[in-house]
């Protein structure tokens, strides 16, 4: 399981800033673009759910396995 500060910590390091908050998501939004993504108000995610989420925000494949080894301890 992974953190919900542990995945708004990687969102912001990817350049992410908190947009407003939605009836059960929180939505983010990268500086300088559209993109956004929308992370579920929990206090614990699921591997599968944060790599989702990570590779939705545009973070390459080692470094999401690498957060996930990281944030799992």
């Given at each position: 399981m992974v953190p919900?500060?542990?995945?708004?910590?990687a969102l912001?390091?990817?350049n992410f800033t908190f947009?407003?908050?939605a009836?059960?998501?929180m939505i983010w939004k990268q500086r300088g673009s559209?993109?956004?993504v929308a992370v579920r108000r929990n206090a614990l995610h699921d591997e599968t759910y944060a790599r989702t989420i990570l590779k939705q925000a545009g973070m390459a494949e080692a470094d999401i396995?690498?957060?996930?080894?990281?944030?799992?301890q």
């Open positions: 919900n500060e542990a995945l708004t910590r912001r390091s990817l947009k407003r908050q009836d059960r998501v559209t993109l956004r396995d690498n957060f996930i080894d990281n944030a799992k």
